[in-house]
């Protein structure tokens, strides 16, 4: 049995390379779902096409990512491949204290993902069903919520509408991004995160796999890049708030790693219709 201190050293050897590739996983494994990510849920909602199709175009780098980050993992972070893992409370047994918080959360998670798929008109009971469940079993939930960040990420959706409303800006987009969306949506997300530069890009956009490609690889490339990236390094900086440089020294280095391998499979690609 670890004692405290050796649960604290061991935390702080891992905690930077597993957030890093927690992080990796997150933006690449929110790809091959309709509602797996915010870009993939709206541009799902434009696009005329089953959640069957959606999946099967966005397998192949799904899978493709899936395989690399397994390599990641053993490669550079399993230095003994014979070193034993223990996770702390892993012998705890199962509590009935929560269940029915877990039950109700459970059926919102398939109320959810039904109004998705559908693209029912009737989300707006959704949302109201989802808050008041919340507020019946956890409403403490309520006050954890990042308001801060959702506030920060809507001021980016506010200005991101007013950038595709504004005419000069529009005519210029809409010379540049046709036939280029995949890089367009890589670098704009680098300025205003992946999701804002999804909803200015769409409308200038004649290739809808570039740009949800793109969308979904610019989240590697920093940290602004993806709404993911920065929830880690919120988290982070409250437990460690001295080292956040060296988050994003470490998350920028590991992410770029995985993104050079991934880019060019994206954008060959993106040459695949969607529809």
């Known amino acids: 049995m670890l004692e405290p201190s050796d649960w604290r050293a061991l935390t702080e050897h891992y905690i930077l390379p597993v957030i890093s590739l927690e992080n990796i996983a997150a933006i690449r494994g929110s790809m091959l779902m309709p509602f797996g990510s915010p870009q993939n849920l709206f541009l799902y909602g434009q696009a005329n096409v089953t959640a069957w199709h959606f999946m099967l175009h966005m397998l192949p780098l799904s899978a493709l990512s899936a395989l690399l980050l397994v390599g990641f993992v053993f490669f550079l972070y399993r230095k003994n491949p014979r070193e034993e893992i223990v996770a702390a409370g892993q012998d705890a047994p199962w509590q009935d204290a929560g269940k029915v918080r877990r039950v109700g959360y459970l059926v919102l998670f398939a109320v959810i993902i039904a109004v998705i798929v559908t693209r029912t008109s009737l989300w707006p009971y959704a949302v109201l069903l989802v808050l008041g469940v919340i507020a019946l079993l956890d409403r403490k939930l309520l006050l954890q919520v990042d308001y801060v960040l959702l506030v920060t990420f809507l001021c980016f959706f506010i200005f991101s509408s007013s950038i595709a409303g504004n005419e000069n800006i529009a005519a ?83 992410s770029w790693a995985f993104f050079l391998i991934v880019v060019m499979a994206g954008y060959f690609l993106s040459r695949w219709k969607f529809f």
């Open 172 to 254: 210029v987009l809409k010379q540049a991004v046709a036939g280029n969306e995949y890089w367009w949506a890589i670098g704009l997300s680098q300025i205003i995160s992946n999701v804002p530069a999804t909803i200015v890009l769409y409308p200038f956009t004649e290739n809808f796999a570039g740009l949800i490609y793109g969308a979904d690889t610019a989240g590697l490339c920093s940290l602004i890049g993806s709404l993911a990236s920065v929830i880690n390094y919120r988290i982070y900086v409250r437990e460690y708030p001295k080292n956040g440089g060296k988050f994003i020294k470490v998350f920028t280095l590991i």
